[in-house]
């Protein structure tokens, strides 16, 4: 009882005080799941991913991204008739791959 933290109801004086769970989980988290290689995206991927589906690829490496550039896609459309349309996609290959290095 010299640590000075208090008993846990029903638990005797001299038992172990139980580890605090989020402390448990910090140090469990790290051997088991390496979380900065789960969020990091492949920016190779991620450029593919927006190659093949355009704006709706980009979800992949960021979804305000492609949230703007399916709006821009769909502007494009109904302003110029489709003839612009196409540079969308280029900038989405190139935003989804620097969205995904970072």
Not at 2 to 29: C, M, N, W
Request: charged share 10%; proline share 10%; hydrophobic share 55%.
């Amino acid at each position: 009882m010299s640590s000075g933290e208090p008993l846990a109801p029903g638990q005797p004086a001299g038992a172990p005080q139980p580890e605090a769970e989020s402390s448990r989980r910090q140090s469990l988290a790290p051997a088991i799941f390496p979380l900065d290689r789960l969020t990091r995206k492949n920016p190779w991927v991620a450029a593919l991913f927006a190659l093949l589906f355009g704006p709706l690829g980009m979800l992949y490496s960021t979804a305000t991204g492609a949230l703007v550039m399916c709006v821009m896609y769909v502007l494009l459309l109904f302003i110029a008739g489709g003839r612009l349309a196409w540079a969308v996609w280029p900038i989405c290959i190139f935003w989804a791959a620097m969205a995904a290095r970072e």
